[in-house]
């Protein structure tokens, strides 16, 4: 049924121009948020024209300075990526932070190599989805087009490489999500930087059997929201609400799956950068939902304001105390 | 972009006299999401694959009783079982889900799902439906009626064919599972005793919540 649609949207499109947010997303009325469609006053402009500059100087040609940088004033960008890394300049940085640059020039058509000439056992899998991942977005609601292809062989070339891992639905939004921002050989090794590793390897486990990373996520989550909100923990365990029920969405799919997008990216630059998830914004999502909190210069200095990064790691050696059994009796039963 | 884990519908009265747990589960792609946003809202929309697990909340009424539904929906892929085993537990009806142009995701139901019925659910006498869906796509279909017939005798369960897109027999699935668990002893005092308990805990709390799940 899916096939039908993106068939006759096909037929349809060139005709009719479809209107697009300023990420690409097909436009529906009653979801747009205004605020962050309307067109940008002169001294905004000016201001992101500087920050860009700003920026460019920072990372240098082509990412040159980048590593020099980083090292010398490690603040400067910590402070600048939680402000927002600007959308130009942003999938080059997301490359430089999580070093897939790196591994894109130690193996050369290694990528090549997997889309053509390997095959996978998950190909159904993931054809399956494919019409299915951001069927709103332009660059990837056409069938069997530019987008749709591209997604399939990242995430086919990743199935092959890491077959441990295979595919998971819900990667397919990180490549979606990653491709919007650069090419498909570069989504790929981004991929492989976050699940297995260049610099550091901030999602390692999240796809695994047993889906040992969320099943840590999911037990922080859950003690933070007892000890920052215990009004509305308590009202939850009445409830027999536990996080997994709303939560493991969000974890799966490092928020790409069900937040508004503009939120999404924000999310992505500083869980590249800090190697963490902000667990301060959900929870301050929970504490209160204005409708200013969807917009991301209000949502993340409050939920920075929140300190729980000293309670996650207790938390999770905690975790890993409780489960270390388990979890690897879960993994070897995978 | 997709919806989000907290949403349900028509959740906003608490006047209603049984309140039962359904869980949905089967195969990635049959259309468990697509029969339950079809039942929930009277359109048919083009969905994302389900991560993990939602829920969507349905008041209707069956047989002169007001029912509240939770229906849970479930991630079909398999990496995903280790989340959703839990949710078994306490279900009062159980759909199973294919999709008559697949015969994996047929076979799939007596080889693996209707296991993972035995090994996790906790009510004995849980009613199960078995739903064979898409059949819009006559020309594709590969699993005949009678197979399907067959199956659900040997599971014990109740059994429709039904098209998500064309909302053929939707609601008779949900609506003919509820009359089934209201004749089990058993299932209808489960029903009505969490919706006792309800009343009673919304007395307590003052009227504070509305009964909502994300209120």
Not at chain 1, 310 to 319: A, C, N, S, T
Not at chain 2, 34 to 46: A, G, P, W
Request: with cysteine; charged share 25%; net charge neutral.
């Amino acid at each position: 049924m899916e096939k039908k649609r993106v068939a006759d949207d096909h037929e349809v499109e060139p005709a009719v121009p479809v209107r697009v947010d300023r990420f690409g997303f097909v436009k529906q009325e009653q979801n747009s948020a205004e605020g962050l469609c309307r067109s940008r006053s002169a001294s905004e402009y000016e201001r992101e024209e500087r920050r860009i500059r700003k920026w460019r100087k920072m990372i240098g040609v082509g990412g040159s300075d980048w590593k020099h940088y980083i090292r010398r004033k490690p603040h400067v960008v910590k402070r600048r990526i939680r402000k927002g890394i600007p959308d130009c300049l942003r999938g080059l940085v997301w490359q430089l932070i999580s070093g897939s640059r790196d591994l894109l020039l130690m193996n050369p058509g290694v990528y090549e190599q997997l889309v053509i000439y390997e095959t996978s056992a998950s190909e159904l899998d993931i054809i399956r989805d494919i019409s299915r991942t951001f069927p709103s977005h332009v660059f990837f609601r056409q069938r069997h087009g530019p987008g749709q292809r591209s997604l399939y062989n990242v995430l086919k070339a990743y199935s092959v490489f890491d077959r441990d891992v295979g595919y998971v639905q819900g990667m397919g939004f990180i490549a979606g999500l990653l491709l919007l921002y650069m090419s498909e050989e570069d989504a790929f090794w981004l991929l492989v930087a976050l699940l297995k590793g260049a610099v550091h390897a901030p999602m390692e486990g999240l796809y695994l059997a047993g889906l040992p990373l969320v099943q840590q996520y999911l037990y922080q989550f859950d003690h933070l929201v007892k000890e920052h909100l215990p009004k509305l923990g308590e009202h939850f365990s009445q409830e027999m609400i536990n996080p997994s029920m709303y939560a493991s969405q969000w974890f799966i799919t490092v928020f790409s799956y069900s937040f508004p997008f503009h939120l999404a990216i924000r999310i992505w630059d500083v869980f590249l950068y800090e190697v963490k998830l902000p667990f301060e914004k959900l929870i301050h999502a929970l504490r209160n939902f204005p409708e200013d909190a969807l917009n991301p210069d209000v949502l993340l200095p409050l939920a920075y304001s929140t300190k729980v990064s000293r309670g996650l790691d207790v938390l999770k050696q905690e975790y890993e105390k409780q489960n270390g059994k388990q979890a690897e009796a879960n993994r070897k039963q995978g | 972009m997709a919806s989000t884990g907290l949403s349900s519908s028509n959740s906003s009265s608490s006047s209603y006299d049984l309140s039962f747990k359904i869980l949905l589960i089967g195969d990635s792609g049959v259309g468990k999401s697509s029969l339950l946003v079809t039942f929930i809202s009277n359109s048919v929309e083009d969905l994302s694959p389900t991560i993990g697990v939602d829920f969507k909340i349905k008041l209707l009424t069956v047989g002169g009783k007001k029912l509240k539904l939770t229906i849970w929906d479930t991630a079909g892929q398999e990496r995903f079982r280790t989340l959703t085993s839990s949710y078994y537990r306490g279900a009062q009806g159980i759909v199973l889900v294919y999709d008559v142009t697949r015969r994996e995701t047929f076979t799939d139901l007596s080889d693996i799902w209707a296991k993972e019925v035995e090994l996790y659910s906790t009510n004995q006498d849980c009613v199960k439906m078995l739903v064979g869906n898409k059949v819009d796509k006559e020309s594709e279909r590969v699993v005949s009626k009678e197979e399907g017939m067959t199956l659900a005798e040997e599971l014990g369960s109740l059994f429709l064919e039904c098209s998500a897109r064309t909302r053929e027999n939707v609601e008779q699935c949900f609506e003919e599972l509820a009359l089934k668990i209201m004749e089990v002893p058993s299932l209808l005092e489960e029903g009505s005793a969490v919706g006792k308990r309800n009343i009673l805990k919304q007395k307590q709390v003052h009227h504070t919540s509305g009964g909502g799940c994300c209120s």
